[in-house]
């Protein structure tokens, strides 16, 4: 366990979360991580990287499913996730790569439970960002190229699946505020408006574990 900042995002779907952890690690100087930890995960679990991007923030309790999928990673598995279901096995890889990123170096996380994993660690500013409805349909309408009604059914989807995950494996609830050290609107800031208050509040928050 270091000292290093770490910044956890998590995300409503369509509020620019991920481009805000993307402009904050800029501004910053460091790098955000988002679905470069699968890739990551998968190198040094010896899992493979394909079973990471199927069950990217999807959880399952389904036996069945786990047994099938256990019978299609047989091969690709190490010695230290063998006797668990896979997605039991994708999640704990990514959580072992979460920490050894935060103990390598400050940097920006985005979503996969990444609050979850650290919560142990002193330096860390979790913050969940959300957005008015007709701003997070606009912008999935312009990113995915699709109709309103299209737009809606990816948001509702999206959403689902993070909050089935997170609460799946964290001991917390996701969007609820007392999961976020700090819960950003960013229709009322913006994306450069979010991230100056994040790094307000990190910075208040840094000096504050001084003090204490």
Not at 155 to 180: A, F, G, V
Request: aromatic share 10%; with cysteine.
């Amino acid at each position: 366990m270091t000292n290093n900042l770490i910044i956890t995002i998590g995300r409503q779907c369509g509020s620019g979360g991920k481009l805000i952890g993307e402009m904050l690690a800029k501004k910053m100087g460091v790098k955000c991580y988002d679905k470069e930890l699968l890739s990551m995960a998968a190198k040094h679990s010896g899992l493979c990287q394909e079973l990471f991007e199927k069950l990217d923030e999807r959880p399952t309790s389904s036996f069945l499913y786990s047994l099938v999928m256990d019978s299609y990673s047989m091969g690709y598995t190490t010695s230290g996730y063998s006797d668990m279901p896979i997605n039991h096995k994708i999640f704990l890889a990514q959580f072992d790569t979460i920490k050894r990123l935060a103990d390598e170096h400050s940097c920006v996380m985005v979503g996969r439970c990444a609050d979850y994993a650290l919560e142990d660690y002193p330096n860390v500013v979790n913050v969940f960002i959300t957005a008015d409805d007709r701003d997070k349909l606009n912008r999935l309408k312009e990113l995915y190229k699709v109709d309103e009604s299209k737009a809606k059914d990816i948001m509702i989807k999206t959403d689902k699946q993070r909050s089935s995950y997170y609460n799946y494996y964290s001991n917390k609830k996701w969007s609820d505020p007392r999961s976020y050290d700090l819960c950003i609107n960013s229709s009322k800031v913006g994306h450069e408006g979010a991230v100056d208050v994040i790094m307000n509040f990190a910075d208040v928050k840094q000096r504050w574990l001084k003090q204490n």
